[in-house]
């Protein structure tokens, strides 16, 4: 039986000259290769150490034989330790990057040493593409799709959750990917009872993704099982030694001042109406949590907000953890839409009160689903993605190494890193939830 960590097999590592015309099998000279997704972050990464001996092309290496000079495509087919134990979906790991750009390079007599930093597609078209349109109460969701079809993505309708919040903006020639993370943060995902605002707009090696963290939660597929256990076995079968944690760390739990600092217990927002010269009331501007049981949660223990202070006594920003001040664009393109796609007139000046309340619960949302943090690693799985639901059971400090049943439970992919060279492979993770407990 394979060891659940030793080193993955390249089976095809091959990067290709600008025009094509020219590749180079880079399989004998890979050292190292790590790669990237995180759920904050739109396109996906990766390193790769390289070190070649002899003349490669044209009695040259390949730094300046193929020339390396950025943009050049590289194709990757790595088979990891764990493919000859699941048959229905083993452990291939196949995609297309782009070389971003080039460091760390050295040579010496007939070598060079060099490292190979790798984007996907999307991230270098998006930096030469600009957002030129106005957007007409336009559905967020629909904004995105836009954005994705400037940058030439091929993306799933079905990893694109819909939401109910209509904008109303110009793209002032920004790149795409710079103008989503305000737009995520007011969508509201669909339907009647959706109250829970914040998005996340992703990419993993299967394609972008955007949804709600409340659809994410809310599905609680569980991609894969893993146990902690401080015992060595030597006699375990072939599925339990690919479903351990080989290490772990609590790197964040329950930060107070951390939450009171990102407006997780209460904000104070106020804004500017450029349609009357009026700023919102207090009343209407304070935002704090409810411990409402129907909010989805990753965790079984109940989700508590601070009690210090309430909103219907002491409205105003002395008792708000965060203050939050923006302009709205009410009137700033259509005269008979709000920010919900509802006619209100020319002359109107009533305070949309929802989306005061859309931009609490997202900067609340936000901050909540980093209540805890941890960092584990385990052995190589690159079915794993960014975004998916793990189970991670842990053990008390005790002698009968019974589980921690606060620690253990749900959490959410938040990074993924799959690592490996000739002699070991492993998938680093930091995940996150909400809530504790099993």
Known sequence: MAAPTQ????????????????????RLGVTSF??????????????????????????????NGLP????????????????????????IFEITMYVNKVTDYIQEKQKEVFTLHLVSKEGITNLNKRVIKKYKAKRIDEVIKDFLDIIECEYDDADIEKSSTVVNFIGNMRKPFSLVPSLASRAVPEGANSKTAGFFLWQTRTGIKFKSIETIIKNKEVAQEYTFNRKNEAME????????????????????????????????????????FKFTQPNYSVFKPKNDKAQETLGTEESK????????????????????????????????????????????????????????????????????????????NVELQAGDIIKCIFPQVSVDDEVDTLQSGLYMIKELSHFTSANRSFTALKVIRDTPGV
Do not use: W
């Not at 990067?15 to 180079?24: E, G, Q």
């Not at 904050?40 to 002899?54: D, F, H, L, W």
């Not at 708000?320 to 839409?337: D, F, P, Q």
């Open 305 to 380: 907000v601070s009690e210090e202070s309430d909103p219907d006594q002491i409205p105003g920003p002395s008792m708000a953890h965060r203050i939050i001040s923006g302009v709205y664009s009410v009137g700033c393109l259509e005269e008979n839409v709000d920010f919900k796609g509802t006619p209100v007139g020319i002359a109107a000046t009533a305070i949309n009160q929802e989306t005061l309340e859309d931009s609490g619960q997202a900067i609340s949302r936000y901050a909540s689903i980093f209540k805890q943090v941890v960092t584990l690693s385990t052995p190589m």
């Open 7 to 26: 080193g993955s097999t390249y089976e095809k590592i091959e990067i290709f000259n600008l025009d094509k015309s020219d590749s180079v099998d880079l």
């Open 68 to 91: 390396l000079k950025g943009g050049e495509e590289v194709k990757i087919h790595i088979t990891s330790p764990m493919e000859e134990h699941k048959e229905e979906s083993p452990g």
């Open 34 to 63: 790590q790669y990237f997704e995180d759920l904050m972050s739109p396109v996906i990464t990766a390193v790769m150490g390289i070190t070649n001996t002899g003349n490669t092309i044209n009695h040259e290496g390949i730094y």
């Open 237 to 276: 079968s072939a599925e339990a030694s690919f479903a351990k944690i080989l290490q772990y760390s609590v790197a964040n739990n329950n930060d107070v001042m951390a939450a009171q600092k990102t407006g997780e217990y209460s904000t104070y927002r106020i804004y500017f109406n450029p349609y009357n």
